[in-house]
């Protein structure tokens, strides 16, 4: 059995998503049981199937718009999200699942689970849509304002683990986001970067890709700092709503707009389906000592059964022990393992 | 009369498109007068009307997949580009226009020119496209991997001088790209430049921007350091793409779609003109003693005439002056002005 621990009160509309993508959950893999933290009398009031699934009441919720995570994990013991948290971290699941906050559940889970032995830095990586429909891993897009090219090497490291066990992907390609495809283009910590990258044997290094590419390249994962990373999905985001909005306006603007509408109605619907992040599933948080997937905060039903299934995935694949014999002999000057 | 120098041979196609956009600017603005600088005979062969057009004969191209654009810029003094920057140096003309490759015409700008007297860097500042059809000013999008705050905010008194005189906004607001709205959030760099703007009595501040905002912020400039800037100008480029593909993709795949489409394909004409380069214009170099403008590399004519009707724009509301009388006291520690 993998045991999932689920923050029932996760996300912008709360413990309903939740219970239902876990009711799904255990619907559709018989290998699962989830436990459940939070309001129990708001849980079963959703829950018409509690076989394989347990729930643990939780006093508190940490808010979507907590301002100061780090005080709010350290005092609210009894938030669902840290219950959840110390579940796992003493042993009773084996992944975490939550759509709450990003930041608290970064700050969760390296406050109380802890970093995996070797590892330098956690990293936020979603799985960002390509024109290929297979979508590719970007990291970091939040957890670090700044990572040293030694960082951003175990994090590739852990990236490649993760894209051929959980994306089946054969020796998957790895790519740094820059300015320009040349060797040397960026900044000093991209140069370096690029350099110890091409060095390594753990990872299959195909050079700089600019963003423009973000789409069409074929590399499986993209991999950048915390501040870039996050202005650059931010920056997808933003393009696509605005997009979305201009074609909008466009089709609406005329009569033979709303009469093509009608025609590819299904075809618009798909179009958008291919950018939904619900479709592709939640963020991992790369270098916890446990598989931790954060679901969008406007996760529905199918996006919060999606994560489960991540998480799923990402235990039976056994990457947290993959990624530690990897990377178990790196050591950082002037870090503590 | 306005003075324009126009590197004849900048851009993927070179002279015909310059030469047809210049035509089309003399006949459209009677108080310009354009000097085109590159090969004569090819010139020639497109110039069918030269009222108030002068052609001189240079003798080489910096090409658009020049690597080292310093060593061109220094060695080929005979190069459109390098002419018609040294004709404005020397004050027979007032502004330059190219489509050539941008870091090359940065450098040569940069290099025969020079800064204008108080300002402590250039930038690159396209106009990007925005929901409401006004488009915003994007800086720096590349001419420096690193910016101090003090440069940011010389910068961000140039945009606002560009954006009131040039885009015709009142108390232009200026936001600061960051990934979260929050003071404090960001880089020291970042927190740094939210301190000075805020204290700035020379621009209108408005904190913080997201580029989840990108198409909807109010804001009508969106300043950064180059590095962080071009990643975004290129994820949006790279999404718009990305969009794009798929959405022809989806509208093929059936015969709904198809038929939608005959019905919808002005609107879907429209759209696509909404994110076009072209249609917006060249990207401002800001900081240069005169203004510079960088048509796009994939120019048409009619970028072209837009690319001149900047900088002819920049000239008549006297825009280096402005942005002069304001920074004229400005030092910075350890730089010279």
Do not use: C, W
């Not at 459940?36 to 708001?42: M, N, Y």
């Amino acid at each position: 059995m993998i045991r999932i621990a689920l923050d029932g009160m996760g996300g912008d509309i709360g413990a309903k998503v939740n219970v239902l993508g876990a009711m799904k959950a255990v619907e559709t893999f018989k290998d699962i049981e989830i436990t459940i933290f939070g309001d129990e009398t708001e849980i079963k009031q959703y829950l018409t199937n509690s076989e394989r699934i347990t729930v643990i009441h939780s006093g508190s919720v940490i808010s979507m718009g907590e301002f100061d995570p780090i005080k709010a994990i350290r005092t609210q013991k009894d938030a669902s999200l840290v219950m959840a948290t110390k579940y796992v971290k003493d042993g009773f699941s084996d992944a975490i699942v939550s759509a709450g906050p990003t930041q608290a559940v970064v700050i969760a889970v390296h406050l109380i689970i802890k970093r995996m032995e070797g590892m330098h830095r956690v990293a936020i990586a979603p799985i960002v849509p390509s024109l290929d429909r297979k979508g590719k891993i970007l990291l970091d897009v939040g957890a670090n304002i700044e990572l040293r090219s030694e960082h951003l090497l175990e994090l590739a490291i852990y990236a490649s683990v993760v894209a051929e066990s959980f994306l089946n992907r054969k020796n998957p390609k790895v790519g740094l986001l820059n300015i320009g495809t040349e060797a040397g283009k960026g900044r000093e910590v991209d140069k370096e970067t690029f350099k110890l990258l091409s060095e390594s044997k753990d990872v299959n290094f195909v050079g700089n890709i600019e963003p423009k590419e973000l789409f069409t390249t074929d590399s499986d994962i993209l991999i950048t700092d915390g501040f870039t990373g996050n202005m650059i999905l931010k920056t997808l985001e933003g393009t696509a709503k605005g997009m979305g909005l201009m074609l909008k306006e466009e089709i609406k603007s005329s009569i033979g707009g709303k009469i093509g509408y009608l025609f590819m109605r299904k075809n618009l619907k798909r179009f958008a389906k291919r950018l939904d992040a619900s479709e592709i599933g939640g963020a991992m948080i790369f270098g916890i000592n446990a598989p931790v997937i954060k679901a969008h905060g406007s996760s529905d039903a199918k996006a919060i059964l999606n994560a489960i299934k991540q998480a799923r995935t990402f235990v039976q694949a056994d990457i947290i022990n993959k990624v530690k014999d990897k990377i178990k002999d790196f050591n950082i000057e002037g870090e503590s393992n």
